[in-house]
């Protein structure tokens, strides 16, 4: 489930990078779409992002998710101020997905991080000696 977000994500960004880049600037006039040549470069830094944490997802998991908290951290914080001011109102529901996505992320994250005898980052209790 969480690699699903995180492909979708992936692909989310991949495809506002691809219109901005191959559709003509009229095109992109008259349909209202693609984000601003101010927003290409952060785009594109969260999209090495998240081909890191694709490729270093099955190594290390904690790591993987690191690198998909970076790309989302870089989205919200560096991309989606300018799809803001330029689409106001109608994208927040994208800052709202990342903001879900990033706490999934994080938890996930917690998750692979904790070492395997613990439950919730929590050591259970040893038995008592001597039954």
């Known amino acids: ?71 989302l951290l870089v989205d919200l914080l560096l991309t989606q101020p300018i799809v803001v001011a330029s689409d106001q109102f109608s994208a927040l529901p994208t800052v709202a997905l990342d903001l879900v996505m990033l706490g999934v992320i994080a938890a996930a994250r917690a998750a692979a991080a904790a070492p395997p005898d613990t439950v919730d980052g929590v050591r259970p209790a040893a038995a008592p000696a001597g039954g």
């Open 1 to 71: 489930m969480l690699c699903l977000g995180a492909a979708l994500s992936a692909l989310t960004v991949l495809l506002a990078v691809v219109i901005d880049v191959f559709l003509p600037a009229s095109v992109r006039a008259q349909a209202d779409i693609g984000i601003s040549r101010w927003g290409l470069l952060p785009t594109a830094v969260s999209v090495a992002c998240v081909v890191m944490g694709i490729r270093s997802l099955r190594r290390d998991p904690a790591r993987g998710y690191a690198w998909f908290e970076r790309a």
